[in-house]
């Protein structure tokens, strides 16, 4: 009869965790969904739109900034040339840097879900002119769109593997 209350016991706690994390998942889904609906949906692009907007900043005919608010590891594996990095837990600092809430912005991560946040934190702040890139870089270096190394200089990602993808809620001082 003990063994039986053990392993119902342990049963009951594997499934209500299994559903801790379900719904943890769920919520988190819903809140960026409810915080991106504050962002104009003409405001939320694609990465072949943010190409078009690159090659007008290369060019020299758009000021618009380009910021890439992956982590500094993800960011020196490989970038687009001459864009900004600003990690993504760091929006509060864009107000000091970039005072201006009429800047043109162009934001994104390695997909989109952290730009979300990113976004919807600079319209709360007053920013007028943001833009949220869908898919990010994993998909702008699947499009075989350039992407720079400090080390190499401009690299051509065949495969956008997802272990470049940092698997972490917080780094530890080591």
Not at 44 to 56: A, C, F, G, M, P
Not at 64 to 82: C, N, Q, V
Not at 142 to 159: A, D, T
Request: with cysteine; aromatic share 12%.
């Amino acid at each position: 009869m003990k063994k039986i209350l053990v392993l119902v016991s342990i049963l009951l706690l594997v499934v209500s965790t299994t559903t801790s994390f379900a719904d943890t998942k769920e919520a988190a889904k819903t809140f960026l969904s409810e915080l991106t609906q504050g962002i104009p949906h003409e405001k939320i692009v694609s990465t072949e739109d943010l190409y078009k907007k690159w090659q007008e900043v290369q060019a020299g005919t758009s000021g618009a900034l380009i910021i890439d608010i992956r982590t500094e590891a993800e960011f020196d594996a490989g970038h687009l040339k001459d864009a900004n990095n600003v990690d993504s837990g760091h929006a509060y600092g864009i107000p000091k840097k970039w005072s201006d809430p009429e800047r043109e912005m162009w934001i994104f991560c390695r997909t989109q879900q952290r730009a979300g946040y990113f976004v919807s934190l600079l319209y709360k702040f007053g920013y007028k002119n943001v833009y949220l890139v869908k898919g990010g870089v994993k998909e702008w270096a699947e499009k075989g769109y350039p992407l720079y190394n400090k080390y190499l200089g401009e690299i051509k990602v065949i495969q956008y593997h997802k272990k470049l993808e940092e698997d972490f809620l917080y780094r530890e001082n080591k």
